[in-house]
């Protein structure tokens, strides 16, 4: 049976993709995971991998053409010669045939909400909690976490000064809806703490001259810290669904940087898994990659908790929007006398005052204090 390869979305804002090219032809024997083209979105690039090892049996889609998410992309079989399925047929069978791509958490989310599987894009081949999420977030939030029934709307109308309406980028749309999900859905709040800078220069300092590196990477220990602190404290890393606290399994760490006019949240996978080493490594590769406006679609979602820094800009304090389904976002900040700002934005329903002030002073001091 010929299996389709679909056109995946990039961010919740965008319906429409460029296919940039293909990197198989017709023939080509392809494995579970290979890249088999790119696509493209205002500056961002992203692979597309093949669901299932099978023989490219044709292209829907065309280079440099720009196609709806969700779309057929192109087509896998078990052999060669084996038919492409006719348009009608696509539509009458499409169901059954994302049906053995949905995760059961997924099916679940699905019917909590109404909604069929034809709708949803898939994330990476699949339909995931992740890729309902994204399509929930597009339509304003998911029937699992309710607004208040007497709740209204607001519009806010136009001020009355005379002006121009500007259409907000792609960024500036993925900003909105964050900081939406912040206001809608969180109950946020915010704490900080001083902190002595002097152990985590010195635990710095050591690690670059063990390492042989070219400058001594202080954020990404501290961000490493964070990311054993919530393996150890489930409840940092987690979110509410409906009346329950769902605690992730991976750590997902975001890391906010700034490249050029948008701000970015590149997230390590996975990074409950890694080494501090291999850390300091891996977030470095995609910050590289979010400074070119190229990260792959796994590093620009899918963030569980999240660090953000402004001591570049020497501000001494700020006060972060949490990532949508996030509960715990640190905020680093520069220090003066000697002395240092961590700060954390929460969501209350998940995390109290006092265990936000006992991570951030974990978090505050080295490993090996």
Same mark, same amino acid.
């Given at each position: 049976?010929?299996?389709?390869?679909?056109?995946?979305?990039?961010?919740?804002?965008?319906?429409?993709?460029?296919?940039?090219?293909?990197?198989?032809?017709? *023939?080509?024997?392809?494995?579970?995971?290979?890249?088999? *083209?790119?696509?493209?979105?205002?500056?961002?690039?992203?692979?597309?991998?093949?669901?299932?090892?099978?023989?490219?049996?044709?292209?829907?889609?065309?280079?440099?053409?720009?196609?709806?998410?969700?779309?057929?992309? %192109?087509?896998?079989?078990?052999? !060669?010669?084996?038919?492409?399925?006719?348009?009608?047929?696509?539509?009458?069978?499409?169901?059954?045939? #994302?049906?053995?791509?949905?995760?059961s958490k997924a099916r679940l989310l699905l019917q909590k909400n109404g909604l069929q599987a034809d709708v949803i894009p898939p994330v990476d081949g699949r339909?995931?909690?992740?890729?309902?999420?994204?399509?929930?977030?597009?339509?304003?939030?998911?029937?699992?976490?309710?607004?208040?029934?007497?709740?209204?709307?607001?519009?806010? *109308?136009?001020?009355?000064?005379?002006?121009?309406?500007?259409?907000?980028?792609?960024?500036?749309?993925?900003?909105?809806?964050?900081?939406?999900?912040?206001?809608?859905?969180?109950?946020?709040?915010?704490i900080e703490i001083d902190y002595d800078l002097a152990p985590w220069a010195e635990y710095a300092k050591q690690f670059q001259d063990a390492k042989g590196l070219?400058?001594?990477?202080?954020?990404?220990?501290?961000?490493?810290?964070?990311?054993?602190?919530?393996?150890?404290?489930?409840?940092?890393?987690?979110?509410?669904?409906?009346?329950?606290?769902?605690?992730?399994?991976?750590?997902?760490?975001?890391?906010?940087?700034?490249?050029?006019?948008?701000?970015?949240?590149?997230?390590?996978?996975?990074?409950?898994?890694?080494?501090?080493?291999?850390?300091?490594?891996?977030? *470095?590769?995609? %910050? #590289?990659?979010?400074?070119?406006?190229?990260?792959?679609?796994?590093?620009?979602?899918?963030?569980?908790?999240?660090?953000?820094?402004?001591?570049?800009?020497?501000?001494?304090?700020?006060?972060?929007?949490?990532?949508?389904?996030?509960?715990?976002?640190?905020?680093?900040?520069?220090?003066?006398?000697?002395?240092?700002?961590?700060?954390?934005?929460?969501?209350? #329903?998940?995390?109290?005052?006092?265990?936000?002030?006992?991570? %951030?002073? !974990?978090?505050?001091?080295?490993?090996?204090?």
């Open positions: 049976m010929a299996t389709p390869i679909y056109v995946p979305r990039i961010n919740n804002n965008d319906d429409e993709v460029k296919v940039l090219s293909f990197d198989v032809s017709i *023939g080509d024997k392809v494995q579970a995971d290979q890249v088999v *083209g790119q696509v493209e979105t205002d500056k961002a690039v992203l692979d597309v991998t093949a669901p299932s090892a099978g023989f490219v049996l044709g292209f829907v889609a065309k280079a440099e053409e720009v196609v709806r998410v969700g779309s057929i992309m %192109l087509w896998l079989g078990n052999t !060669k010669d084996e038919a492409i399925p006719a348009l009608e047929e696509v539509a009458v069978g499409q169901s059954a045939s #994302r049906s053995s791509q949905i995760t339909i995931t909690v992740e890729a309902v999420e994204r399509y929930l977030s597009v339509l304003g939030g998911a029937k699992t976490e309710p607004k208040d029934a007497g709740a209204t709307q607001l519009v806010d *109308g136009l001020p009355d000064v005379q002006g121009n309406p500007v259409n907000l980028t792609r960024e500036e749309k993925g900003m909105a809806a964050t900081v939406t999900w912040h206001r809608d859905f969180a109950v946020p709040g915010y070219l400058m001594p990477p202080l954020l990404p220990l501290m961000a490493w810290r964070m990311v054993e602190v919530a393996r150890k404290i489930p409840r940092l890393n987690a979110t509410m669904v409906g009346n329950k606290r769902f605690e992730y399994a991976p750590v997902n760490l975001g890391f906010t940087i700034q490249a050029g006019d948008a701000l970015y949240l590149a997230v390590v996978r996975d990074a409950q898994e890694q080494d501090e080493f291999g850390f300091v490594n891996a977030l *470095g590769d995609v %910050l #590289r990659r979010a400074a070119g406006h190229n990260l792959r679609e796994s590093e620009a979602s899918g963030a569980t908790i999240g660090f953000s820094s402004m001591e570049r800009w020497k501000v001494t304090r700020h006060i972060p929007i949490l990532p949508p389904h996030t509960a715990f976002m640190v905020a680093h900040a520069a220090g003066q006398g000697g002395k240092g700002v961590l700060g954390a934005s929460y969501d209350h #329903r998940v995390l109290n005052g006092g265990q936000v002030v006992a991570a %951030l002073k !974990k978090i505050a001091l080295p490993k090996n204090n």
